[in-house]
């Protein structure tokens, strides 16, 4: 009767192990899925209309452009889109501070979610250039 209780209490013991082992995979892959998987990258290119750093505990640079669709005889947009996009190097958010209200080209890659030492934005812009106005 000792042997078979025993063999119950290690048989539940292994179970329980490989649901704990499970649901710690579970969030290790879920964590990286949805903060450090790359979604999409790609470019947009725009008017730079605004590039600040800010937050309360973790300082971030966000920025803000201007994605115009129709332009008029003036090359002033009539139909535009704004891009909101965070900066984490430094050399790239000094280079986007010199280019204000310019028409540039960001290269981003675009997460699932976002954390507060990233930036308020999913789409974190890694490199820019300047582009030719429309």
Do not use: C
């Not at 290790?28 to 949805?34: I, Q, S, V």
């Not at 937050?55 to 129709?70: H, P, Q, R, V």
């Not at 030492?117 to 789409?123: D, I, L, Q, V």
């Amino acid at each position: 009767m000792q042997k078979s209780g025993s063999n119950f209490l290690k048989s539940i013991r292994k179970i329980f192990l490989f649901l704990i082992l499970f649901f710690v995979l579970f969030v290790a892959g879920f964590t990286y899925w949805k903060y450090y998987f790359t979604y999409s990258d790609g470019s947009r290119a725009g008017l730079l209309q605004k590039l600040s750093r800010k937050g309360t505990i973790f300082k971030t640079y966000e920025g803000e452009m201007i994605l115009s669709s129709i332009q008029s005889n003036n090359n002033v947009p009539l139909a535009s889109e704004k891009f909101l996009f965070s900066v984490n190097d430094k050399r790239v958010a000094d280079q986007l501070n010199g280019m204000q209200g310019e028409f540039i080209v960001v290269y981003y890659h675009e997460m699932n979610g976002t954390l507060p030492w990233r930036g308020e934005s999913a789409y974190i812009v890694d490199s820019v250039s300047v582009s030719k106005r429309p």
